[in-house]
Structures are given as C-alpha cells and as structure tokens.
C-alpha cells in the first residue's frame, strides 16, 4: 500500500504589509498546490507585548482566508524573543519534533516562504526545518540590496525563488544573487487589489481631510541611525516642506512604535504655521491612507510607502533627509543603505534643492554600492563597480561612497588618481600592514 505524504506550506509575516504581498502571491498561483497552508506570525517588536501583531492589526480579516490556520511564532518560542533566539545546533532535531506536534504537522513535507532570511526569526524557522525548501519574499526595498550576512550554503542553497514588487521598475534585486536565486515579480494589479480589500476592512480611521499633504514617520531613533531630537527635526521639516509648497492641511502618520511626543511637536509647530494638522495614532498601512484620502503628496525619508505611492498610486512623493543619512549610517554594509540610495537617487527633494539621478544609470548605481557593501559576497561585480565610479562619480553620486572603502577596496575614487596603482601594487600592501603591525606593537 502506497503512503501519500502531505504537503503543508508555512508562509512567515511579520507586518501586514508582508501578509498583503504574500496573499497577492497566492491569488496570482505563484506558489504550487499544497494541503495545507499556515500563516506563521512573528512579532519583532521590541516589546511584543504591547504592539499588535500581524493578525491583530485592522485590516488583516480579509487576508485570512488564504490559510488554513494563522499560527504564532512568538509563542512557540515564548519567552524569548523572535528577534534574538535561534536553536543550538544540537537542539534542532527535538526543536522540530516539538514543533510538528505543536501545529499538528505530523510527517507532512514541509515548505517554507520567509522574509529578511539573513536574520532571526527568519533563520531560526529554517533551521528548524533542515530538510524543508525555502522560498524568499521582499517585505520592502531591501531585495534590491546584496545579502546582509554571508549565509551558510546550506541554508542559501536551499532557497528556490526570490518573490518582490516592482517597486523600482526595471531594478533587479541583488538580494541572494550569490546563490543564483531566480528573482520573481508580483503583479502590482494583485497586490492593489490586496490593499483594497484591507482598506475596505479598514473602518476604524478618523475623518481625513481631502487632498492633504501625508507625513510618514519611521522612527529611526529606534535604530539608532538618529537621535530622537533629530528625528523629532526631520519631522518638522517634513511639515514646512509640505507647507512651503503650498499645502495648509497636513496628516502625520507615526510609526506604530514611535513616542507620541513626535506628534505633539508637530502640533505645537503646525499651530505657529497655521496650517490644519491630523495626527493619526490608528495602527494602519499608508498604503490604507493611499487608497481611502489620496493624498495630493507624500512625504517621508526613505519608506517603503512612498515608491509604493509613486509607482503603484501614481501619487506625487518627495524625500528628505536622506544625504545626512548616507554618512551616518554605519557599518558601510548597513542594510538601509541600498533603501537610502533609492530614495535619494530617484525621489524629487522636498526642498526643491537637486534634481533626482539619471535613471538610466541606475542599476550601475545600485551594483557598485552593492559590491562596496559585499565585495566578497559579491565579488563578481567588481568590473562593473569599477566602470560605475570611473565614469560616473562626480558631485551628486559621490554621497553614496566613502572615500576609504574605495580605497581599501582599491577601486576608483578611492586614492589621488596620481597614486591610483598603490592598492594594485603588493610591494605597497606590503609595506602598509608592516606599518599597521608596527603602529599596533608601539601602542601595546
């Protein structure tokens, strides 16, 4: 008698923004039939506690249907946390046998969808599955850039397909490009079909006003790219940037995690402008905001919302904030860097103080950056990293390089062009780590 194994795929999401652009994935047939199909959430709030998960958030109703069961990865683990735990080595095989009895998977073949897999929780749901095949999909601009961490082959070769949206047209992501992961497109038409049905589950938002000006708040004091007094500045300049183009109605939108001071600061400002302020403390998708109030223009640093606002709503956008951003971010490797880019390549300023990037230089752009940020990961890519910056790199694109990675990684721009054969030469090399060696040596 012939035993048939059942099929049960678990699609991982950590915002809704995720869970939207998994289901419009499923309702395009982008994933094989299965028996089963599982929503695992994770919380990676830094308290989960008090911050609604995916499942809790207005809007999600609609998206349930697509799974079977809505499963959650925070209490499986609990009470670590989703972020910062992943299982020793040598408990990985109880790790899934405690996990298949949990959500009743029994000896089904398992597949696995993750987001961000160059970290936790990401990882630790793979390596619990060590047999399993993984498939990656992009929760964001991240895809476009190059593999945060070096991952293990045998975590990397298991990976089948890469799934995003085309957020930046004719832009291919670099993500996971060193295993030679196929990148796949989710139909935008599916996705905005998506967002429709979670702005019409959505009715728990306050009257907005008509064709005003939207803010987006992304707290990146949480990431310790700003401090919260300068986050606090950026938000106001996003408020008299808006108003300096003419706009008198204005909504911020904080982040979910963001303190409410930032919206009182805003307020005290807006009454000194007299302009018309709404502060919308309702946890929702900017997308949601797109739909329902259409705002007449757009503003954030380096959000997500705002490609998806500009190639996806055709809604005017601008950016702000953004050079300052490319300088502080550290290390160079810093997975926002590629975002940061992006937006300040392509969005118009809101202070009307520069002109966006050519496009057509764009993809050189992003596979220079992306080889100055892993030249081992992505080592291929030296030539055309070294065509980029020996033709392109002049006052507006030279923000996006420091000076001393070029030339430690002997690439142009670096050094004085009069000194350019230095980091080809080994004699040079030589005589450097000598002189490193010996400087370490005097200071012990």
């Not at 395009?28 to 499942?55: H, I, K, M, Q, S």
């Not at 996003?238 to 303190?259: D, E, N, Q, Y």
């Not at 409410?260 to 998708?285: D, F, K, M, S, Y």
């Not at 002109?355 to 050189?364: C, M």
């Amino acid at each position: 008698m012939t035993r048939t194994t059942r099929t049960t795929q678990i699609f991982c999401a950590s915002t809704l923004y995720g869970a939207a652009t998994l289901a419009a994935a499923l309702d395009c047939g982008l994933f094989p039939a299965a028996d089963r199909r599982l929503l695992l959430v994770c919380n990676n709030a830094t308290t989960p506690e008090t911050t609604p998960a995916v499942d809790e958030m207005p809007g999600f109703a609609p998206l349930r249907d697509r799974f079977d069961a809505v499963l959650s990865w925070n209490d499986a683990i609990s009470p670590f946390h989703p972020g910062a735990w992943s299982p020793r080595p040598d408990d990985v095989p109880l790790l899934e046998r405690y996990l298949r009895l949990l959500w009743g998977l029994g000896e089904d073949r398992v597949e696995i969808v993750l987001e961000s897999i160059q970290v936790n929780p990401a990882q630790a749901i793979a390596q619990a599955f060590p047999g399993a095949p993984v498939e990656v999909y992009a929760d964001g601009l991240m895809s476009y850039g190059p593999t945060r961490n070096k991952l293990d082959p045998l975590l990397g070769t298991r990976v089948r397909r890469l799934l995003h949206l085309d957020l930046v047209p004719g832009l291919v992501p670099l993500l996971l490009t060193e295993f030679a992961v196929p990148a796949l497109t989710v139909p935008a038409s599916a996705f905005l079909k998506v967002l429709g049905q979670i702005g019409e589950d959505t009715a728990e938002l306050p009257p907005l006003p008509e064709r005003a000006a939207l803010l987006l708040g992304q707290y990146l004091s949480a990431l310790d790219i700003l401090s919260a007094a300068e986050e606090e500045d950026l938000h106001v300049r996003m408020l008299r940037g808006a108003v300096a183009r003419g706009h008198r109605r204005i909504v911020f939108k904080p982040h979910p995690t963001a303190p409410a001071r930032h919206g009182r600061l805003l307020e005290a400002e807006a009454e000194r402008l007299g302009v018309e302020l709404t502060v919308l403390e309702t946890p929702v998708l900017a997308e949601v905001l797109f739909e329902k109030a259409r705002p007449a223009l757009v503003v954030g640093c380096f959000s997500t919302a705002l490609f998806t606002a500009s190639a996806f709503y055709g809604l005017p956008v601008a950016r702000i904030g953004t050079e300052p951003l490319l300088e502080r971010l550290s290390p160079f490797q810093n997975s926002n860097r590629v975002p940061v880019v992006l937006a300040d390549a392509l969005l118009p300023d809101l202070e009307e103080r520069e002109e966006p990037v050519e496009a057509g230089t764009l993809t050189g752009l992003v596979s220079a950056v992306g080889f100055v940020m892993q030249p081992q990961i992505l080592s291929g890519l030296r030539p055309v990293a070294e065509e980029y910056l020996r033709t392109r790199l002049g006052p507006r694109t030279r923000r996006y390089f420091k000076r001393k990675r070029l030339t430690s990684l002997g690439l142009p721009g670096g050094i004085p062009e009069r000194l350019a054969f230095l980091p080809h030469n080994s004699t040079a090399r030589r005589v450097v780590r000598r002189a490193k060696a010996l400087r370490k040596a005097i200071r012990r």
